[in-house]
């Protein structure tokens, strides 16, 4: 999905909180920036990568809000344990939209969710991808990104 976060490699982007409430989830986010200062890193003995830069989350890094109106599930789950090869993505970016996902299959199958949930062929899975964390989001409404003042 192209948005204001589609310039910015997911890797700058961190998660800081999540809130749901009646169907209502936002999600912030904060943009780091790579460290002026360049320090050395020994991996072992006798092995050292020199002029490394940290990547750095400060008081007044740019924000981002992602509000989701209609959410009807979400999960949080670290970058490392997505596997998206059997899904098929609509549109890729910092934040995903699949034509098909085995969770949404998983979710039909195995659980209730659809069949208290109504107009679940409205329903898109979003994923919103983090340094760390990737944010799975079923909604009836395409999310909006608002970016944060403070």
Known sequence: MKSELADIPFY??????????DGELIVSL??????????????NVGNTVKDLRRIEVHD??????????????????GESANDFSKDEIE?????????????????KEHTCLFKVTAQDDD???????????WIHVLSREKPSVVPRTT
């Open 12 to 21: 700058y982007l961190f998660l800081d909180s999540v809130n749901f409430s």
């Open 30 to 43: 904060s943009q780091a920036a790579l460290s002026t200062e360049k320090e050395s890193l020994t991996i």
């Open 60 to 77: 007044n890094s740019l924000g981002y809000d992602i509000h989701f109106d209609d959410t009807v599930y979400y999960q949080v789950i």
């Open 91 to 107: 549109e890729s970016g910092n934040i995903i939209t699949f034509k098909d996902s085995s969770l949404l299959r998983y979710l």
């Open 123 to 133: 329903i898109v899975h979003y994923c919103i991808q983090t340094a760390d964390d």
